[in-house]
């Protein structure tokens, strides 16, 4: 099946790109991203980055597209030396820019994410950035010693959708801002997964190259990225500590690649040598794998946020270990134990395979779980209206800036109420198009800087022959039309947006395009004339030197009896390309106004003018 066949998805269809970036994440995603392919009205393309692209763990995009569903893009993550802070937090800005170029090209109407991984709020970013609505799932959680409860709660500011797992939660997102209608309570994902058929113990030794010993523990321990006493090595040395006077078998994942995650994957394999007759390890078990295994253990171990969601409907007790998880809500088969000591740590794993313990945990209501999770997860991403739809590609817009102006010097970047000029211009641009349908047109380098600050691929330039006083707007629009068309960039109109008119809005072009068919030669904004030629607009006579009205027999006495007249205000042309091509902006016949507010006309050309609209910008302002 191939997500990406833009003739396979029609024009109807919701088109909804999936971020996956761990095999844990993938396994929650799975079931979403498969049934949401499914239905008639969505297309899906995943788009996976961080581990599922590093060979040290295999490679796991081949499980991805083992489900059925193919790859749309690749992010990739290089992650260097110990995985410290500085390392992951460069990392995640090569993953910022490669969601941007991802989403570029596959213009999806929404983003679906889940979690707290900084990974995943640098894909938000990007589509926040670029105006894509998000769906975030499993938000409103506390885990107070990490810094993924912080990124958590970012996404949820960056979202629009929210998939909650519990109630509470649910509350949460509202009380941080979050329009009630706009939160649902869905239950925990990973619950609703369990449900499904798992590997029998033969099936599940067979995949993992060894057997299950009976009384095994299952451990998986993630860096506490808050902790300031200790670093992650040296709690998990403590934690090793306590399995000592435990003395169990353990089955041991890694962790994911938070900071210095390294530390701990150097002492698993270092624990597993030293200890080979009752130590097995695999880098990652992968949803299914996981909820398989959690079949044939006796408790899970460590600081994973899946010991608190998903282990409880399993049945055995989780002992969960440190500040990572802690907040939020838990089965009473959960123990918590905060402290380090090994001794009490040691304490606490003995209790949790208590015989009092382990019926506790047969008998435990899971607090994140609903019957119906996946389909209302599903039915939330394929119908939340969308407040702005992904710009539509059809309109090549062109912001026409020369670096030369008498009238005011430099004036395309000159501050204007304290933002350079053309900046009002882009920003409306960029809420209305793709960047790759926005072209600044400029032959200033200092302007295209600008340009890119602003947030515009700048890597077209105007030939100096067409950026003189005396050349022509109708040869600058179509140098630039030739050149996206040169580059694959299909279009059916031009959009040409003047630096001149900053109190243009995005509702103004809209409108304008609106209005737009293909049988006119142009839609141009206009605006009420000052003066009105059949009422107060003269010419003077050959013959005699005395005025005379411009039209009509010069009767009219009041102005609102005349016909209107309308000038063009110079904020917006939308342009159809064979007209232009045909013949300048004068000899067009077929030229459609759209009227815009004087408010919204004003076209930079004096000083006069620039203080007015810096006196207007100001004041709404």
């Known amino acids: ?26 396994g929650l995603l799975s079931p979403i ?30 499980e991805i597209e083992a489900d059925g569903l193919q790859i749309a893009a690749r992010v990739a993550m290089p992650i260097a030396g110990e995985g410290a802070a500085a390392d992951v937090a460069r990392a995640d800005a090569a993953c910022m820019a490669g969601m941007a170029d991802a989403f570029e090209r596959l213009r999806p109407d929404m983003v679906v994410v889940l979690g707290d991984r900084s990974e995943i709020l640098a894909a938000a970013l990007a589509a926040t950035i670029m105006r894509l609505p998000i769906a975030h799932i499993a938000g409103g959680e506390t885990t107070s010693g990490a810094i993924d409860d912080a990124i958590r709660h970012a996404i949820t500011q960056l979202s629009s959708l929210h998939l909650t797992s519990t109630e ?72 090793l500590a306590a399995l000592d006077l435990v003395g169990r078998p353990l089955l041991i994942t890694y962790p994911n690649n938070d900071a210095n995650g390294q530390q701990i994957i150097d002492r698993i ?35 994973s946020s899946s ?14 270990i440190g500040p990572r998880q802690q907040g939020r809500i838990a089965a009473p088969s959960v123990i918590h134990c905060l402290s380090h000591d090994p001794e009490k740590i040691a304490a606490a794993i003995r209790r949790g395979l208590s015989e009092e313990m382990r019926d506790i945990a047969a008998q435990a209501v899971n607090p994140y779980y609903k019957p119906n999770t996946l389909q209302l997860i599903v039915d939330a991403i394929a119908t939340f209206p969308l407040q702005k739809s992904q710009p539509k590609a059809d309109t090549l817009y062109i912001i026409p800036a020369r670096g030369g102006s008498k009238g005011i010097p430099h004036k395309n970047i000159k501050p204007l109420a304290g933002k350079p000029l053309i900046c009002y211009t882009i920003e409306v641009a960029l809420k209305l198009a793709p960047l790759s349908h926005i072209i600044l047109s400029t032959d200033d380098p200092e302007i ?14 105007r030939p100096a022959e067409l950026a003189t006083d005396t050349s022509g707007t109708r040869e600058v629009i179509i140098d630039a039309m030739d050149w996206a068309e040169s580059r694959g960039v299909v279009f059916d109109k031009v959009c040409l947006l003047q630096p001149t008119s900053p109190l243009r809005t995005v509702e103004d072009v809209e409108r304008c395009l609106e209005l737009y068919t293909p049988d006119v030669d142009m839609v141009v904004s206009v605006v009420e004339a000052t003066s009105n030629p059949y009422y107060n607009c003269f010419e003077t006579s050959p013959s005699t030197g005395f005025l005379h009205i411009s039209k009509g027999d010069g009767m009219l006495t009041r102005r609102q009896d005349a016909p209107p007249a309308w000038e063009y205000n110079g904020a917006v042309y939308v342009i159809n390309p064979e007209a232009i091509r045909r013949s300048p902006f004068g000899a067009m016949q077929r030229r459609r106004p759209c009227v815009v507010s004087r408010d919204h006309s004003i ?16 004041t709404m302002s």
């Open 1 to 26: 099946m191939n997500n990406n066949s833009a003739e396979a998805s029609g024009a109807s269809r919701r088109h909804i790109a999936i971020i996956t970036s761990t095999r844990a994440d993938w």
């Open 33 to 62: 991203a498969r049934s949401l392919s499914a239905r008639s009205d969505c297309q899906v393309s995943i788009i996976a980055t961080n581990m599922h692209l590093d060979p040290r763990l295999g490679n796991t995009v081949e």
């Open 168 to 239: 509470p939660y649910r509350q949460k997102v509202i009380s941080m801002g979050a329009d009630p209608a706009t939160v649902i309570n869905t239950g925990a994902i990973g619950v609703y997964s369990s449900q499904e058929p798992l590997m029998s113990r033969q099936e599940l030794e067979a995949s993992l190259g060894f057997a299950i010993a009976p009384g095994t523990l299952l451990l998986t321990y993630h860096p506490a990225t808050l902790d300031t006493e200790a670093t992650p090595g040296q709690r998990f040395e403590q934690l």
């Open 269 to 303: 394999k270092a624990y597993q040598q030293a200890h080979p007759e009752r130590v097995n390890v695999v880098p990652s078990l992968g949803h299914r794998r996981y909820l398989s295994a959690l079949k044939y253990v006796d408790a899970v171990v460590g600081n």
């Open 307 to 320: 010991g608190i969601v998903e282990v409880p409907s399993a049945g055995i007790p989780t002992i969960d």
């Open 448 to 461: 295209a800087r600008v340009g890119r600050e602003a947030g515009l691929i700048v890597d077209y330039m």
């Open 603 to 618: 076209d930079l050309d004096t000083p006069l003018d620039w203080a007015v609209a810096e006196t207007i910008i100001n």
